[in-house]
C-alpha cells in the first residue's frame, strides 16, 4: 500500500482529483443528473479529508442520472455449518433530487412463504435519522424502524437495516489513506466516519478502483471500532454511464456467517415517482 508520506505531494493528487471530479459532473450525466454540492463539514478541511472525499463523491456521482431502477435479486444466506437457504426479492429506487437528500427505495421479498410479502420502505437521509418502515404480512402491519434498532440484522441477514442507506455521500466524513492493488486492479483506499451519531458503526474502509471508479470491498467497523463485516463487490457491468454490481457478498466476521445478493433484470426510467414510496403503498402490496 502507498501511504501519505507528506503533504506537497498529496495536495498535487487532490488538485488533479479536483480536476478530474469537476470535469465529469458536467460531461454526460449532467443533463439528467441531481444536483452537485459539496457539503463543507462532510469534506472537511485538511488535505487527508477532501481527497477522500472527492474520491467518494466522484465514485458516488458515476450512479447519478439513473432517475428510478428496479431490480430482481436471490438472497443466498449461509451459516457458519455452511448450511444455505435462498430468498426471492426485488428492489425499486428513486434517485434524489440533491445531495442534501437521500434515495428512496422498497424491497419486496416474493419467497419462501415465511417471509413472502414482507417489504422494507427507505427514505434515506443525511444527518437526521432515515425514516424507514417495515411491513410484516403475518400481522397485515407496518412497523417503523426506530433510530436504535437501524445496526439491527435484516429478516435474518448479514445487512443491517442501516445498511441499505449507506450510500449517501454526505452522511460522512473522510480521510484518505493510500493506494492498494486488489484483485489486479489499482485501488484509492479512503476510509469514511458516520456524522450521524447513532450508526451502529464508527467507521468503514472503503476501496474504489481508479478506472470505473466503482467500490470493490468494504469494511465495517463496530462501535467498539473492531472489524464486525465485509463487503466484496463484483461483476460489474456498465448500463449506458451507469454501473452496477451484479454480486454483493457479505461476511460476519464475528458469526462466521455469509449472505450473498445477486442481481438481475435490471431497468431504469421505469416510470417511478414519490408515490411508489409512500408509506401507504406498503398496505396495498400484492
Given at each position: 500500500m502507498s501511504v501519505i508520506h507528506s503533504v506537497k505531494p498529496l495536495r498535487a493528487a487532490l488538485a488533479a482529483v479536483l480536476i478530474n471530479a469537476s470535469a465529469f459532473s458536467f460531461g454526460a450525466l449532467a443533463q439528467s443528473a441531481p444536483v452537485f454540492?459539496?457539503?463543507?463539514?462532510?469534506?472537511?478541511?485538511?488535505?487527508?479529508?477532501?481527497?477522500?472525499?472527492?474520491?467518494?463523491?466522484?465514485?458516488?456521482?458515476?450512479?447519478a442520472?439513473?432517475?428510478?431502477?428496479?431490480?430482481?435479486?436471490?438472497?443466498?444466506?449461509?451459516?457458519?455449518?455452511?448450511?444455505?437457504?435462498?430468498?426471492?426479492l426485488s428492489f425499486s429506487t428513486l434517485e434524489k433530487e440533491d445531495e442534501t437528500v437521500g434515495d428512496k427505495s422498497l424491497v419486496i421479498f416474493n419467497s419462501p412463504r415465511d417471509v413472502e410479502g414482507t417489504a422494507l420502505l427507505s427514505h434515506a437521509n443525511i444527518l437526521d435519522p432515515d425514516d424507514q418502515w417495515l411491513y410484516l404480512p403475518a400481522l397485515k402491519r407496518v412497523k417503523r424502524i426506530s433510530s436504535a434498532n437501524k445496526s439491527g440484522p435484516f429478516v435474518g441477514s448479514e445487512f443491517a437495516f442501516e445498511d441499505f442507506t449507506l450510500t449517501e455521500l454526505n452522511k460522512f466524513?473522510?480521510?484518505?489513506?493510500?493506494?492498494?492493488?486488489?484483485?489486479g486492479m489499482m485501488m484509492d483506499v479512503v476510509e469514511r466516519f458516520p456524522r450521524y451519531e447513532k450508526s451502529g458503526y464508527t467507521k468503514q474502509k472503503s476501496w474504489i478502483d481508479q478506472t470505473a471508479f466503482q467500490a470493490r470491498k468494504l469494511e465495517f467497523y463496530d462501535r467498539r471500532g473492531e472489524l464486525l463485516k465485509t463487503l466484496t463487490l463484483s461483476d460489474y457491468r456498465e448500463y449506458n454511464g451507469v454501473w452496477r454490481a451484479h454480486r454483493?457478498?457479505?461476511?460476519?466476521?464475528?458469526?462466521?456467517?455469509?449472505?450473498?445478493?445477486?442481481?438481475?433484470?435490471?431497468?431504469?426510467?421505469?416510470?417511478?415517482?414519490?408515490?411508489?414510496?409512500?408509506?401507504g403503498i406498503l398496505t396495498r402490496l400484492r
Open positions: 454540492e459539496a457539503d463543507p463539514a462532510a469534506k472537511g478541511d485538511t488535505p487527508e479529508s477532501q481527497m477522500g472525499y472527492e474520491i467518494a463523491a466522484r465514485s458516488d456521482r458515476t450512479d442520472g439513473f432517475g428510478d431502477s428496479k431490480v430482481d435479486a436471490t438472497m443466498m444466506l449461509r451459516n457458519a455449518a455452511g448450511q444455505t437457504s435462498e430468498r426471492s466524513t473522510y480521510a484518505y489513506v493510500g493506494e492498494e492493488e486488489l484483485d454483493l457478498s457479505m461476511v460476519n466476521h464475528r458469526t462466521n456467517k455469509e449472505t450473498d445478493l445477486v442481481y438481475s433484470n435490471f431497468q431504469f426510467k421505469t416510470g417511478l415517482d414519490k408515490n411508489d414510496f409512500q408509506q
